[in-house]
């Protein structure tokens, strides 16, 4: 156990004001709800915007209203390399996770499997994913899945802010989701958007959210207890300790289809006042981190290029498992930061085992290749320096 200063994977720190923001916001019914739904469709420009608890609240409603006009069609496809909440939010929806091997060179789909996949006729819409921020191919996607008239769910969970070809993420779709989680680009510590310019989807969307519970007292006094840690102990002064205390599970990934689906409540959505200047500047702090990496050559999964600005977490793609593990040993000793991200392929999650039965052994090389280094303002010139020193060893090491 490291006691010192400790760098997060990952931080969206919230300020003392901000709270203050949300506290009142708490008190004054639906006024903040209100202006950031607006906001947010002006800002893209998007006629539907729904507010949810999380972000796999967001997904797993927008996967309940495609299924109702599914036909019939029970599966929907996902990435075989995700976050674990995406196959949970789909087996929360009642359907069938139908994973679908990697590119390990983009992160993307592996084009040809994914033709295989669409053409077996039971696939009700494709998962478009924007991981660490890094721009997936959806409009590729969009030309294969509109043959077999599969919609496409653009996952920009990690991704707000984001932009490719000078349209923003979470436009590119027939439906978006964000995530307002902790680590994410914009964090209201927990919280997801749902944005679609689809009428009908818009329509049926608004009907089941319509039904949904409002998070209520006590979801926001929990959120305002989360809050208040979170903005002491992110800091790297005092992150140590809650890293130490194994009970909080602070960077495990779990498999859990349990989870509340509500409307978002007006605490988080006070914390959100001036989103569009935090995240511009928190865009800014973490693109003068990846610039820096960039130029040190590391072994990136995926051609950066004008994406280098939409990272919130430096993804490096290592040799092997053993090179990644002494990485992570000696990162861990220092208080660097760097970490995995999902421990292994979508089919290899216990919990699925047999229900999404699929090769994807281009997913299972990433899982266990991937480390990502933090990005987050947080992190100093001097931090980064040391990172590319260790990597640069843990060639060597090997
Ligand atoms: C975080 C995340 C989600 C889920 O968001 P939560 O707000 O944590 O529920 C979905 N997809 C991806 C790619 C994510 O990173």
Not at 68 to 89: F, K, M, N, Q
Not at 169 to 181: E, K, Y
Request: proline letters at 6%; one cysteine or more.
């Amino acid at each position: 156990m490291r006691i010192g200063r400790t760098l997060p994977p990952a931080a969206t720190p919230l300020s003392l004001r901000e709270i203050l923001c949300g506290v009142r916001a708490f008190f004054s019914g639906d006024k903040a709800l209100e202006r950031f739904e607006e906001e947010l469709k002006r800002y893209y420009d998007m006629p539907h915007v729904f507010l949810l608890s999380s972000g796999k609240a967001a997904l797993a409603v927008i996967l309940s209203a495609l299924k109702e006009t599914g036909a019939g069609r029970d599966e929907v496809l996902i990435p075989a390399y995700t976050c674990y909440s995406v196959p949970a939010a789909v087996v929360r929806a009642g359907l069938k996770v139908r994973p679908c091997d990697i590119d390990p060179r983009t992160l993307d789909f592996d084009w040809a499997k994914l033709e295989e996949a669409l053409a077996g006729g039971r696939v009700l819409c494709a998962v478009s994913t924007h991981l660490f921020g890094l721009p997936a191919d959806v409009e590729r996607l969009r030309r294969a899945a509109s043959r077999y008239g599969v919609a496409v769910v653009e996952d920009a969970a990690q991704a707000m802010g984001g932009e490719a070809g000078g349209r923003k993420l979470g436009t590119l779709g027939d439906v978006a989701l964000f995530s307002l989680g902790r680590g994410k680009a914009l964090s209201t510590v927990s919280g997801g958007i749902i944005l679609t310019g689809d009428a009908r989807l818009g329509a049926a969307i608004g009907r089941i959210t319509g039904a949904l519970p409002r998070e209520g007292w006590i979801d926001g006094v929990t959120a305002l207890c989360y809050a208040l840690v979170l903005c002491v102990l992110v800091r790297p002064g005092l992150f140590w300790l809650p890293k130490a205390l194994p009970f909080l599970g602070i960077g495990d990934t779990t498999f859990e289809p349990g989870f509340g689906i509500k409307r978002l409540g007006a605490f988080q959505a006070g914390l959100t006042l001036g989103w569009q200047d935090k995240l511009a500047r928190m865009r800014a702090a973490r693109l003068e981190r990846a610039a820096v990496l960039e130029r040190a050559g590391l072994e990136v999964p995926a051609p950066l290029g004008g994406a280098l600005a939409n990272l919130i977490r430096f993804p490096v793609l290592l040799e092997d498992g053993e090179q990644r593990r002494w990485l992570i040993e000696k990162s861990e000793a220092a208080g660097l930061g760097a970490a995995t991200a999902y421990p292994d392929a979508v089919p290899n999650i216990p919990q699925l085992r047999g229900m999404a039965a699929c090769a994807a052994p281009c997913a299972e090389q990433v899982a266990h290749r991937l480390v990502t280094i933090p990005l987050h303002p947080y992190v100093r010139m001097r931090d980064l320096e040391d990172l590319l020193g260790l990597v640069r060893e843990s060639y060597r090491a090997r």
